[in-house]
Every structure is written in structure tokens, then in C-alpha cells.
Nanobody, 119 residues
Framework: QVQLVESGGGLVQAGGSLRLSCSAT????????VTWHRRAPETERDLVAS???????VYADSVKGRFTISWDNAKSTVSLQMNSLKPEDTAVYYC?????????????WGQGTQVTVSS
């Protein structure tokens, strides 16, 4: 089991920056992939960024060059640095981790944090 607690959301003007953090506790050693997703009103939850621990990162086309995902192993924290924010980035952001234990994958979600970008 992994528990995730997010922080860092808020209101920012277009062009500004925010940093989201997601602290993980529990079976940290089983985490294989960390991700950030977002859900805007009346839309599906979409992948924003994904990082395989010790491996590659993947970004949605809409955030490439503006967002950076990172994993701090010492603090068991996954972060999302968001720069040059746009009003269309407004959404509830969720962190997630994928664990691999005894041949099975499990996904755990944070509670979500609201990001609002004003024009």
C-alpha cells in the first residue's frame, strides 16, 4: 500500500509558475512509475507527465517544454514544476504511483489539488 498527499496548488496568473508536490508513504520501494494527471471541468482525467523510476519521462504534447516531473528518492516525493502557465492548464491535478509487487501492478492516487490560471 502507498499513501499519497499532494500540496502546492492554487491561483496564478497566466505566464506564472507553480510547483506541485506529492509525498508518498508506505511501500515506497515498490514504486516503479510516478505520474501526474489532470482533469478539467467536464473532461476526462488526462496524463500530464510520467516518469519511470530510473528511466524515461513522457509528457503530454500540451505541456512539453513547460512542465517538468521529478522524483526525490530521499524524500519520497514526486513533483511537477509548471512554468509559463496558461488558462487551459486550469484543472484538478492528481499524482499517482504504479507499484509492482509479486508480479502484480497496483496504482494509487493522491486526493487532487486545484490549479487555476487566470488570464
Amino acid at each position: 500500500q502507498v499513501q499519497l498527499v499532494e500540496s502546492g496548488g492554487g491561483l496564478v496568473q497566466a505566464g506564472g509558475s507553480l510547483r506541485l508536490s506529492c509525498s508518498a508513504t508506505g511501500s515506497i520501494s515498490s514504486i516503479s512509475v510516478v505520474t501526474w494527471h489532470r482533469r478539467a471541468p467536464e473532461t476526462e482525467r488526462d496524463l500530464v507527465a510520467s516518469m519511470q523510476i530510473g528511466g524515461e519521462t513522457v509528457y503530454a504534447d500540451s505541456v512539453k517544454g513547460r512542465f517538468t516531473i521529478s522524483w526525490d528518492n530521499a524524500k519520497s516525493t514526486v513533483s511537477l514544476q509548471m512554468n509559463s502557465l496558461k488558462p487551459e492548464d486550469t484543472a484538478v491535478y492528481y499524482c499517482s504511483v504504479l507499484t509492482y509487487v509479486s508480479g502484480y501492478f497496483n496504482r494509487y492516487w493522491g486526493q487532487g489539488t486545484q490549479v487555476t490560471v487566470s488570464s
